[in-house]
């Protein structure tokens, strides 16, 4: 086919392919296939059987404001006209295309979800298993909120998953390390590939017996195989899965009155991530680039969104703390005559 001919959809099964190929290498998560095609009928709808080598910089431009005019926020837009760089990169590689178009890039603003306080928190847990114990089920469809729904926000919160890579999460990905004399017993979870982070993710302790309780529920219905997902295995679709448990958390958040955050937004399974974090940063002694290893994180994404919120006064007892006093200073500093 002459490039005069291949429309950009054409072009965009290109990067699909390359997608499923990082995914099959472990590069990526799957999620990532679902997402690409989630984004190509944005672009389907304007770019039509347009050849891709009519494209050019003002006719993404023109897309952009097409998307903006529909009423997507700039972070459900960047991810868009990312696939459509993708897209465009590929075609150029192949060549398609003499050049790529500048993709213009809308500007964002940290915007971090709000987190659960550790009143919240607890809070939070309570209202759950109230719920779990209710007669008839509180149900969402013919999904009944039980047990299986505190675990999974408890394992969440000890785990600092993001809530797509805890429903891609395997039996096969847990290995409980066990405890010694100098430290307690922890899971170490070779999860497939995230955000371009693929070192393994190492929990609290806590996730150990949160985890062998789900393991013993789930064996109890047939389930617990290596190859069977943590939550949620008799869901086939994935996708689904996660709608499940994010509308049944959605139910949770109202009747325990945590839907909004203290900044108006609605809180979400994210929030979890972001409590897990905070909770650490504010009540732990880990410095971030440890932290951003066990999150799959980075120490920028961390200050970005996570930490936007601490202040330099909120956890100024670590500020003023020593291991040794006069480790660095002389000890004629440390005394109360001492002069600046």
Not at 51 to 79: H, M, N, Q, W, Y
Not at 303 to 320: G, I, P
Request: glycine residues 4%.
């Amino acid at each position: 086919m002459r490039p005069k001919k291949i429309t950009f959809s054409i072009a965009a099964q290109t990067a699909i392919k390359d997608a499923e190929t990082r995914v099959k290498l472990g590069q990526n998560s799957p999620r990532l296939v679902s997402d690409y095609k989630d984004r190509l009928k944005h672009c389907d709808a304007f770019f039509g059987d347009m050849p891709i080598s009519k494209i050019d910089a003002r006719k993404v431009r023109d897309f952009r404001d097409e998307l903006a005019s529909k009423g997507l926020k700039s972070t459900a837009i960047a991810p868009v006209m990312s696939f459509v760089s993708v897209v465009l990169r590929l075609a150029h590689e192949d060549g398609l295309i003499m050049q790529k178009p500048p993709i213009p890039r809308p500007s964002q603003k940290p915007t971090p979800r709000s987190a659960f306080s550790l009143a919240e928190y607890k809070q939070l847990l309570q209202t759950l298993r109230s719920m779990e114990k209710a007669s008839p089920p509180i149900m969402w469809k013919a999904s009944p909120i039980d047990k299986e729904l505190r675990w999974l926000v408890t394992f969440m919160v000890n785990g600092f998953f993001r809530p797509g890579d805890l429903f891609v999460l395997q039996h096969k990905h847990i290995t409980i390390v066990p405890s010694n004399a100098s430290e307690p017993a922890y899971l170490r979870i070779a999860a497939p590939a995230s955000k371009g982070h693929a070192n393994p993710i190492i929990t609290m302790p806590v996730a150990v017996p949160i985890y062998n309780r789900l393991l013993s529920h789930q064996k109890a219905k047939g389930f617990g195989k290596p190859d069977d997902y943590l939550f949620l295995p008799h869901r086939r679709s994935r996708k689904y899965a996660h709608e499940i448990i994010r509308r049944q958390f959605r139910i949770a958040l109202k009747k325990a009155d945590l839907l909004q955050g203290p900044n108006g937004d609605e809180r979400s399974l994210y929030s979890l991530r972001h409590s897990a974090i905070t909770m650490r940063l504010q009540q732990g002694n880990v410095d971030l680039l440890t932290l951003a290893r066990a999150c799959r994180t980075s120490v920028e994404m961390i200050d970005r969104f996570y930490a936007s919120s601490l202040t330099a006064e909120a956890n100024r007892d670590k500020l003023f703390s020593f291991r040794h006093p006069t480790r660095y200073l002389a000890v004629s500093d440390t005394s109360t005559n001492a002069t600046t």
